[in-house]
């Protein structure tokens, strides 16, 4: 079983778990803000995010920053598993902000790729929190092919 961020509650990691979502540590950046979780869903990869109150800005909820380094690493990962390439560089990121998501809540991203090129990944998709859209998303991004 993958590793289970400390920052997270066991009764939240436990319901994840049972709804088939996976845990990825990850490294670096993503390693300290608390990982990734994913599922496989419908043909589709799904990306979730709990956030806890390391993730607060001052007002009390998620931090943008926090939601846009989340978005990036989801279409980054789609981008990377549909072009097959050992890595992809983020080139644009636009983020549109609808609603502040709650400290303690889930939210989830299912990145579609728009366009894919030889080189160029199009991806777009909304985060939903408690059935709610939070964030609207649009990026690009470089596929890195080793040699």
Request: hydrophobic share 40%.
């Amino acid at each position: 079983m993958a590793e289970r961020p400390p920052s997270h509650t066991s009764n939240m990691q436990e319901e994840l778990i049972t709804q088939g979502w996976h845990f990825e540590p990850g490294d670096g950046f993503m390693a300290l803000v608390g990982g990734l979780w994913y599922r496989r869903k419908d043909n589709t990869t799904e990306f979730g995010f709990p956030s806890t109150d390391m993730h607060a800005n001052r007002g009390g909820v998620v931090h943008g920053g926090m939601l846009s380094a989340f978005v990036d690493r989801a279409f980054g990962q789609m981008a990377r598993e549909t072009s097959a390439v050992d890595r992809v560089v983020t080139i644009s990121l636009t983020v549109q902000f609808m609603i502040p998501m709650p400290i303690g809540q889930f939210a989830t991203i299912a990145p579609k790729i728009v366009r894919m090129t030889g080189r160029l990944a199009f991806v777009e998709g909304t985060l939903i929190c408690d059935s709610e859209p939070i964030v609207s998303a649009q990026g690009v991004w470089r596929l890195i092919r080793s040699t």
